[in-house]
């Protein structure tokens, strides 16, 4: 079965920096395009970085500029390098295959606070 599993999430301050990973496993990583979602609390989830099995990067318009996709396929492994963090980057941070799964991992939490 495919898992996902997300690390590197802590508590930061507003403009700080964070680097989260996500390992996959039981799937030809190199052959999907893969993506990060987050869900805030009493929101619904959402897709803010992808990377296509070329390298093509797409965000959400309130992350462009701030975070970088990135993936590693020698390490089955991608990567959301999150800089210039915002309070409203608060979130419990996943992974998922594109097309996703219908399951998740159990996420990375970042908190934006002073």
């Known amino acids: 079965q495919v898992q996902f599993v997300e690390s590197g999430g802590d508590l930061v301050q507003p403009g700080g920096s964070l680097r989260l990973s996500c390992a996959a496993s039981?799937?030809?990583?190199?052959?999907?395009?893969m993506a990060w979602y987050r869900q805030a609390p009493g929101k619904q989830r959402e897709s803010v970085a992808s990377i296509t099995t070329d390298g093509s990067t797409y965000y959400v318009e309130s992350v462009k500029g701030r975070f970088t996709i990135s993936r590693d396929n020698a390490k089955n492994t991608v990567y959301l390098q999150m800089n210039s963090l915002l309070p409203e980057d608060t979130a419990l941070y996943y992974c998922?295959?594109?097309?996703?799964?219908?399951?998740w991992g159990q996420g990375t939490q970042v908190t934006v606070s002073s």
């Open positions: 039981g799937m030809i990583f190199s052959d999907y395009a």
């Open positions: 998922n295959k594109v097309p996703r799964l219908p399951y």
